[in-house]
């Protein structure tokens, strides 16, 4: 069956995308890269946004015309997006066939089956205060476990991660109730999978010829997992254990809570010789009003001692961050205190966003979205600007320096030089143990291969760089 997969949020969604295209081969679907052309059409959803649902609501009416058109592609929509709206989407598209919340994708073929047949199945997972599943729940970590990783790297639905690189979960739902985040009741309880799940499928992926993982989770340094009458595994130790896998280069970790951020974690970043001094963060905001109101659960002071603590115990230490700019209440001084942090921890990208009050969300019930839509983007382009700066002066810090990286595929705009591309020499992007973007001119059989680099230049997005060693 060709199939159309598109995918839309975080990584977490990226992840699920993996897993679904795995399943599905294995029933012979084949996947293409246009969904004119497609039988079946997936969308994995994110709600976290309203300009995320925006785009698959957009989709799903080009959809309702073509089948008014006489066109019959089977039409699913899974993920958060999904589990948000449930029957809702069946009723309000007549081209919806089935929909699958994110803790059902393992029951996936089944749906399909159903809508092949003419059904409308609705599969969704438990409401937060309903007890979980648990034969769901195996089923869907039978699936973490059992995926063919390596083979999926060709597929368009998944051009994310090169040959070496895959992500792997451990652990699924949020427990922070942040007052603008809809992932708590969407994606269910915090659940830390069992250890020896994780390294089984880690094992697995080493196997198949990953040697760089990054481990996923809502707030992944929360992972704690007790065994009955056993010992507790934290995150540290999770970190500790997996680093000792033989034929593991990297190993890597998003997102994580300021929160719950302990010095333990901090020590194994220092003293584990592949875990990467990598740390995504999100501050989400400088002033203590708003991170009240958002209900983060700590302080700017509390933020700014975990960013000197990270910096005290892991030098090296590459940190990132989220912010949202425009919640409800942000007055001029909120905002201009977001621009003092930025400036002050020296992240090297942030990812920021204007704030959309989301629905079930308890800043959606408590606050009137009061900050007019012209401000917002206003105080967007101003903390960008930060933050480009900010970016640059920290990339700049690097030229000069040798790194080593993984090189990942073409860049973004190798087929736009001056020199067109050849197999021989071509325009390669690659990762450093920072995530820091390297460009470097290069064959393309370096693709998935780990190569040391000088660094020549750099802006506020980018490194540039010069081979010096090679496979």
Same mark, same amino acid.
């Given at each position: 069956?060709?199939?159309?997969?598109?995918?839309?949020?975080?990584?977490?969604?990226?992840?699920?995308?993996?897993?679904?295209? !795995?399943?599905?081969?294995?029933?012979?679907?084949?996947?293409?890269?246009?969904?004119?052309?497609?039988?079946?059409?997936?969308?994995?959803?994110?709600?976290?946004?309203?300009?995320?649902?925006?785009?698959?609501?957009?989709?799903?009416?080009?959809?309702?015309?073509?089948?008014?058109?006489?066109?019959?592609?089977?039409?699913?929509?899974?993920?958060?997006?999904?589990?948000?709206?449930? $029957?809702?989407?069946?009723?309000?598209?007549?081209?919806?066939?089935?929909?699958?919340?994110?803790?059902?994708?393992?029951?996936?073929?089944?749906?399909?089956?159903?809508?092949?047949?003419?059904?409308?199945?609705?599969?969704?997972?438990?409401?937060?205060?309903?007890?979980?599943?648990?034969?769901?729940?195996? $089923?869907?970590?039978?699936?973490?476990?059992?995926?063919?990783?390596?083979?999926?790297?060709?597929?368009?639905?998944?051009?994310?991660?090169?040959?070496?690189?895959?992500?792997?979960?451990?652990?699924?739902?949020?427990?922070?109730?942040?007052?603008?985040?809809?992932?708590?009741?969407?994606? $269910?309880?915090? #659940?830390?999978?069992?250890?020896?799940?994780?390294?089984?499928?880690?094992?697995?992926?080493?196997?198949?010829?990953?040697?760089?993982?990054?481990?996923?989770?809502?707030?992944?340094?929360?992972?704690?997992?007790?065994?009955?009458?056993?010992?507790?595994?934290?995150?540290?130790?999770?970190?500790?254990?997996?680093?000792?896998?033989?034929?593991?280069?990297?190993?890597?970790?998003?997102?994580?809570?300021?929160? $719950?951020?302990?010095?333990?974690?901090?020590?194994?970043?220092?003293?584990?010789?592949?875990?990467?001094?990598?740390?995504?963060?999100?501050?989400?905001?400088?002033?203590?009003?708003?991170?009240?109101?958002?209900?983060?659960?700590?302080?700017?002071?509390?933020?700014?001692?975990?960013?000197?603590?990270?910096?005290?115990?892991?030098?090296?230490?590459?940190?990132?961050?989220?912010?949202?700019? !425009?919640?409800?209440?942000? #007055?001029?001084?909120?905002?201009?205190?977001?621009?003092?942090?930025?400036?002050?921890? !020296?992240?090297?990208?942030?990812?920021?966003?204007?704030?959309?009050?989301?629905?079930?969300?308890?800043?959606?019930?408590?606050?009137?979205?009061?900050?007019?839509?012209?401000?917002?983007?206003?105080?967007?382009?101003?903390?960008?600007?930060?933050?480009?700066?900010?970016?640059?002066?920290?990339?700049?810090?690097?030229?000069?320096?040798?790194?080593?990286?993984?090189?990942?595929?073409?860049?973004?705009?190798?087929?736009?030089?001056?020199?067109?591309?050849?197999?021989?020499?071509?325009?390669?992007?690659?990762?450093?143990?920072?995530?820091?973007?390297?460009?470097?001119?290069?064959?393309?059989?370096?693709? !998935?291969?780990?190569?040391?680099?000088?660094?020549?230049?750099?802006?506020?997005?980018?490194?540039?760089?010069?081979? #010096? #060693?090679?496979?």
């Amino acid at each position: 069956m060709r199939t159309y997969l598109e995918t839309l949020g975080c990584q977490m969604n990226k992840l699920d995308s993996e897993l679904v295209v !795995g399943m599905l081969r294995e029933s012979e679907h084949t996947f293409v890269d246009d969904p004119k052309q497609a039988e079946l059409v997936i969308y994995n959803t994110c709600s976290v946004r309203e300009h995320a649902e925006d785009k698959v609501l957009s989709r799903l009416g080009w959809h309702d015309k073509r089948q008014a058109d006489g066109a019959a592609a089977v039409v699913g929509v899974i993920g958060c997006m999904a589990q948000r709206m449930g $029957g809702e989407l069946t009723q309000r598209f007549a081209s919806v066939d089935f929909v699958c919340g994110p803790g059902q994708i393992h029951r996936l073929p089944d749906l399909i089956d159903a809508a092949l047949d003419g059904r409308k199945p609705v599969a969704l997972d438990p409401a937060r205060s309903e007890p979980r599943d648990a034969a769901a729940e195996a $089923g869907v970590n039978r699936l973490d476990v059992s995926r063919r990783a390596n083979a999926l790297a060709d597929e368009p639905a998944l051009a994310t991660l090169c040959d070496a690189q895959a992500y792997v979960r451990v652990a699924r739902g949020c427990n922070q109730f942040c007052s603008y985040c809809i992932v708590p009741f969407v994606r $269910g309880p915090e #659940r830390s999978r069992p250890p020896q799940a994780i390294t089984e499928e880690v094992r697995k992926l080493l196997d198949a010829g990953i040697t760089d993982v990054t481990l996923l989770g809502q707030t992944v340094n929360s992972y704690r997992h007790a065994e009955p009458n056993g010992p507790t595994t934290r995150f540290a130790d999770l970190l500790a254990h997996l680093s000792c896998l033989p034929g593991l280069r990297r190993l890597r970790f998003v997102t994580s809570h300021p929160a $719950g951020f302990t010095r333990d974690v901090l020590e194994a970043i220092r003293g584990l010789p592949n875990v990467c001094e990598y740390i995504h963060c999100p501050a989400q905001h400088g002033s203590d009003s708003q991170l009240q109101a958002m209900n983060r659960g700590y302080s700017r002071a509390e933020y700014d001692d975990f960013v000197a603590m990270a910096r005290e115990v892991v030098p090296e230490v590459v940190l990132a961050s989220d912010f949202i700019v !425009g919640f409800p209440g942000e #007055r001029e001084a909120d905002h201009q205190q977001s621009t003092e942090l930025i400036r002050q921890a !020296g992240f090297k990208n942030s990812f920021i966003f204007k704030y959309s009050p989301r629905p079930g969300t308890m800043a959606e019930r408590t606050y009137a979205d009061d900050i007019p839509d012209d401000v917002k983007k206003r105080r967007n382009a101003e903390l960008l600007a930060v933050q480009n700066a900010a970016s640059l002066a920290h990339h700049e810090g690097y030229v000069g320096r040798e790194m080593e990286i993984i090189v990942t595929g073409p860049s973004a705009r190798h087929d736009k030089q001056a020199t067109p591309p050849t197999p021989q020499r071509m325009q390669l992007m690659g990762r450093s143990r920072g995530d820091h973007i390297v460009i470097v001119d290069g064959p393309e059989r370096l693709i !998935g291969q780990y190569v040391d680099v000088t660094v020549t230049g750099a802006n506020d997005r980018s490194l540039f760089g010069d081979l #010096r #060693r090679q496979p």
